[in-house]
């Protein structure tokens, strides 16, 4: 069954560093998006991608995050100067052209120390 | 505003079944998933309602009803494999977005 894969798993990184999250979406997939997840809070909508640019982003998604689809199959977030309130597991997420079939990958963990 | 209401933990016992509800106020809606999410993993597609009713899939049933703004996951012959967080997920309104709105999610523990 195909699949969305994120590296790395687990991050650590010191508080104003820049970090990038990696992720490979589904390969027919026209959609792409990025999810955030505090631990034991719900997961949350931050930034979709769709024909090559941002289609929609949340109030969480400000000036320290950016997306890019650098080549046809990568998908990045980066986070330019990490701050503690960062910490969170990551997903990445694909879906369809009907905006259906939409899979998870299996997260990111940050921690910013 | 967005909202979305799922009791916060369950209990049921093995072999039994479990109705988990979920209302939602949203100021759009194309469509509901349920998902799965073990504690640390990713959340794991389970079904997905657009029209009125009940959709089945092997041990889970999901139900629909767009008027009254509610669903519900049905989980029959339950296993301990099933103890897990559903979450209940609206899409906003058809476009270019198609970002989904979480709910807070029901934890689901199953006992022997």
């Known amino acids: 069954e195909p699949e969305v894969t994120q590296t790395p798993s687990h991050q650590v990184t010191q508080m104003g560093q820049e970090v990038i999250l990696r992720c490979v979406p589904i390969?027919?997939?026209?959609?792409f998006y990025w999810y955030r997840q505090i631990l034991g809070q719900k997961v949350e909508f931050l930034v979709s991608?769709?024909?090559?640019?941002?289609?929609?982003k949340s109030e969480i998604f400000d000036d320290q995050f950016s997306v890019e689809r650098p080549d046809g199959s990568n998908f990045t977030l980066k986070i330019r100067s990490t701050k503690l309130e960062d910490s969170a597991m990551y997903f990445c997420?694909?879906?369809?052209?009907?905006?259906?079939?939409?899979?998870f990958g299996s997260g990111t963990r940050l921690t910013v120390v | 505003g967005q909202n979305i209401d799922q009791p916060t933990e369950m209990t049921a016992t093995e072999g039994a079944i479990v109705q988990i509800n979920c209302t939602y106020q949203?100021?759009?809606?194309?469509?509901l998933f349920w998902y799965q999410q073990h504690a640390g993993e990713a959340p794991t597609f389970l079904s997905y309602?657009?029209?009125?009713g009940l959709e089945e899939k092997g041990r889970f049933s999901s139900f629909l009803s767009r008027s009254k703004g509610y669903s519900y996951l049905l989980l029959k012959e339950l296993q301990m494999k099933d103890s897990a967080s559903y979450l209940c997920?609206?899409?906003?309104?058809?476009?270019?977005?198609?970002?989904?709105?979480f709910g807070t999610g029901t934890l689901l523990a199953v006992q022997p």
């Open positions: 997420a694909s879906s369809d052209g009907q905006g259906i079939g939409y899979t």
């Open positions: 390969s027919n997939h026209l959609y």
């Open positions: 991608f769709y024909n090559n640019e941002i289609s929609e």
């Open positions: 949203t100021s759009g809606f194309n469509g």
């Open positions: 309602n657009v029209l009125d």
């Open positions: 997920a609206v899409r906003d309104a058809p476009g270019a977005t198609n970002k989904l709105i």
